[in-house]
């Protein structure tokens, strides 16, 4: 007797364990998660923000609007929904203002920038030479008296931070950095090392400021922190293992200048769309949770908020954390975070990151795209995710960076051009969207996520729900074997 | 009586419950303690410990070596686990002497690599050794003997020796006498770096190399190498986190020992991951007030060897309290992904254990006998090194417990008795950054932690193949038959 059931304890090797497939929930999931719906609500989005000054940004009505549509929509298919608040420090900005005789400029004052006095700084403009590493090195100002100056530096070869750190150290009393692409001069600056106020321009700005270089000029750029109350929004099927959850989300907000169609809209609405598809009650190994957050992109994000709201032990129930993020831009590229550091930009990352990556990679690959690792900026939501060590993976279509001639090649757009070239601009608009793009990384999110619902055992060792029960009733079959073997000798 | 009466209660349930008819149907008795816990020490359960090394390592540099933040973590996972399943938590604070290590390379012209030193060799000087380097032709046993170094330059020179064949200490050994001046090992296969030589015989400097790093060095054959090997100590306080039943024999306890730490260039999930985790879960599963004839005490140490906090923890209880020690379970690395089942040689089969405890046959058997009966052959476990039983054992106190193998090479008649691969080490990632959650074979680990269960759930109801010691009924019952006169038997049955 316990010979037999040894033979079938020992059959048990993985591979030969009879695993659901998981590709049934993600296949139903590619099927059903169509561009037309996603589309739908991107237009809802679009309209928000369009009855609402323009803007969804978190402490403003039109997020309050978005964030009702989307719970909304999911309690009309029976999902409950809980939308926590949070606080957050939020930069509000006083004056923006550059003005050289007649050339006047909008700057955006770098985050964590020191402020001017009221009324701001005067001095002649200083239009530092252009290189390939412009204003990064003292030489650079060679030949200027830079005393009591306003440096007007092009963007490129070194952080901000160190243009302002060179350019106080010869005597200016303001940065300008004008952009070297398309596109608002948004940036930081390390609050540490923040030496003088410093700005971003467009390149157009920048250039029409240096045909007027040794103007006496005056920057007035002043903001300052508001804690801010917002909230944001999670739902969890009620199916599935509640301590092996697979969490999704997106950030929902925009920037106040912008309806953020596609950053912030195009994540939020693949998502929603997901979840609608998905249901509250799906047949599926592992819960898997939504949540939309606001607030990104401050220091104090609502994804920050509610991890530390969650004990080590809430924090272990969360399998791993799948991000998306501007995933329908115009002149889009295929991004998956970087979960095995291949680029060697995002640092070690927890472990079963590399395990999701290669899930994405390996489903649009199967769509003959050829993906390239993302070197993340570590300031998003899923950096607070990252440093709590929970695998995480996720999609980017691109927005500010320009696409080389190797990456037109690969994904056709435009060389030269950003990803996203409307990217925090008014025109990220229901017209700066790529909807094809954004179907395809839909559909890999939503093979991914229909994938890890069912088992994710590649990324943490816990199967799929048939190969427990094989489990449990092996380990039946073996106390039986047990008591055959040892009980008769024990009397 | 009454036993008699409920077993015939349970062979008339267990017809009605067995409709399968099948022939030679099992006898359904109440299932023992041990079983149940085998039942209740799920993989499942066993995981979720080791998502949290994972974690609180990929969240604090990598790692949870002892001492570090990562370690901290881990501690006060376990503590808080121990208490919420309702054990009487301690701490037992100890201090050793911690090896830090300020310089060691190995630079052969442009090669610059970083071994790990021996433990027992002696340190260089600042600015270290040099000498050119001495290729030693490899083979099984490369260095075990003075004619291996034939038509080498040796006086002077730097030995670079593949390992494997005989003990580090031989190979230092014939270097030394054919005048070189320092010695360079690496590996034989994937995996750990490091070792031990006999500190009172060592007297070059000693390091060892990955085998990547060893086959940078081969075609180096005279280059003028430097090797430079530099320690100090520093007294550095860790401590033992100890969880015991608040039910049983205080005076008969179990007790169940195993690391938690991993070194600062791994995560540790297998090693002492796996360990650490199949033990938090059998002590959660068992619960602070099981019912049970002896106490079962759960200690997780501080440190590692050769610093291991089982040692001070042991010179820090009396004669008696020792006594009050039934036996010491040792749980090693039971989730190596090219993994087996060991089992502590306890009654000394193989002989390499040397003598041991009267008691510790009984363990081993028990542990054997639990395998077999899952369909498992086992074989005695390899002396390691200084392990933690090595402090147990050298107190008399009966030693066992299962072990799925790491440094050693899986030999084929191992990979057909246990699947796996023949040739690999029992666990190839180990001290190194790759023993991570994907570093575990979940099979072997159930079965290592099922028979850990039932050792432990055999032993915390009746020591009496061991000790002497007859489980409470049947102590009540001798007590009982010692108290009843003649006259009083003949009153009751009256």
Known sequence: MAVVIAGSVLAMAPGAQAAPDPAALSDRLVRQVTADGINRHLIALQRIADTNGGTRAAHTPGYQKSLDYVAGKLRAVGFDVSTPEFTYNRIVVDAATVVAGAVKAQPLQMTDSVSTPVGGVTGPLLAVPVDTTPGCQIEDYAGINATGGIALIKRGGCPFTQKQVVAAQAGAIAALIYNHVDGPGYGGVDPAQSKIPTAGLTTAEGLALTAVAGTQTTVDIRSHRQMTTSRYLVTQTRTGRADNVVLAGAQLDSIPTSAGINDTGTSSAALLEIALKLGPSPRVGNAVRFAWWGAEDVDKTAAGAYLRSLSFERQLDIAMYLNSNSIGSKNAGYFVYDGDNSTGSVGPMPYGSAQIEQAFAGYLGGQAIEVEGSNFDRQWDHSQFIMAGIPTGGLYAGTFRQKTPAQATKWGGTAGVSFDPCHQQPCDNLGNVDRAVLDRNADALAHVLGGYAVSTEDVNGVPARASRVQARTAATQKSAGLKATTLGGAE | ?494
């Open chain 2, 1 to 494: 009586m009454s036993r008699v009466r409920s077993a015939m209660a349970m062979a008339v349930i267990a017809v009605a419950a067995l409709p399968m008819g099948t022939a030679h149907a099992v006898p359904q008795t109440k299932p023992t303690l041990a079983e149940k816990l085998v039942e209740r020490v799920t993989l499942d359960g066993v995981n979720r410990h080791l998502l949290a090394w994972q974690r609180i390592a990929d969240r604090n540099g990598g790692h949870r070596a002892d001492p570090s933040p990562g370690f901290t973590k881990t501690q006060e996972y376990i503590e808080s686990t121990l208490r919420t399943a309702g054990f009487e938590v301690s701490s037992h604070e100890f201090t050793y002497d911690r090896v830090v290590i300020d310089k060691s390379v190995v630079v052969a012209g442009p090669v610059s690599l970083a071994p790990n030193p021996l433990i027992g060799s002696p340190d260089t000087a600042v600015g270290g050794v040099t000498g050119p380097l001495a290729v030693v032709p490899a083979d099984a046993d490369s260095g075990c003997q003075a004619t291996d170094y034939a038509g080498l330059n040796t006086v002077g020179a730097v030995a670079l020796v593949k390992r494997g064949g005989c003990a580090y200490t031989q190979k230092m050994l014939v270097a030394e006498g054919l005048g070189a001046i320092a010695v360079v090992f690496y590996n034989h296969s994937v995996g750990a770096v490091g070792g031990v030589v006999d500190a009172a015989q060592a007297r070059i400097p000693s390091a060892m190399l990955g085998s990547a790093d060893g086959a940078k060095l081969t075609g180096s054959s005279g280059v003028s190498t430097n090797v430079e090997v530099r320690r100090h100590v520093e007294a550095t306080t860790s401590r033992n986190v100890i969880g015991q039943t608040r039910t049983g024999r205080k005076d008969n306890v179990i007790l169940l020992g195993t690391h938690s730490d991993s070194v600062t260039t791994s995560p540790g999930v297998n090693d002492n991951g796996s360990n650490a985790a199949a033990t938090l879960e059998l002590a959660r599963k068992l619960g602070g007030s099981p019912r049970v004839n002896n106490a079962v005490r759960f200690a997780f140490w501080g440190a590692d060897v050769p610093h291991s906090g089982a040692a001070p923890y042991l010179n820090s209880l009396s004669d008696e309290q020792r006594l009050d020690l039934a036996m010491y379970l040792d749980v090693a690395p039971l989730g190596s992904p090219n993994g087996g089942h060991f089992v502590f040689d306890g009654d000394n089969s193989a002989g390499q254990a040397g003598a041991m405890p009267h008691g510790s046959a009984q363990i081993e058997k028990t542990l054997v006998d639990f395998m077999t009966s899952i369909g498992v052959q086992t074989e005695p476990a390899p002396v390691v090194g200084q392990g933690n039983y090595a402090t147990f054992i050298a107190a008399g106190i009966p030693t066992g417990g299962p072990f799925a193998g790491i440094p050693h090479i899986k030999t084929p008649a191992q990979a057909a008795k246990w699947g796996g691969t023949a040739g690999l080490a029992f666990d190839p990632c180990n001290l190194a950054p790759c023993d991570n959650l994907g570093n575990i074979n979940r099979d072997i680990l159930s079965r290592n932690a099922d028979a850990l269960a039932f050792v432990t759930g055999t032993y915390a109801m009746s020591t009496e193949d061991v000790n002497g010691i007859p489980p409470r009924d049947r102590r009540a019952a001798t007590r009982v038959a010692k108290s009843l006169t003649p006259a009083t038997v003949a009153g009751e049955n009256a």
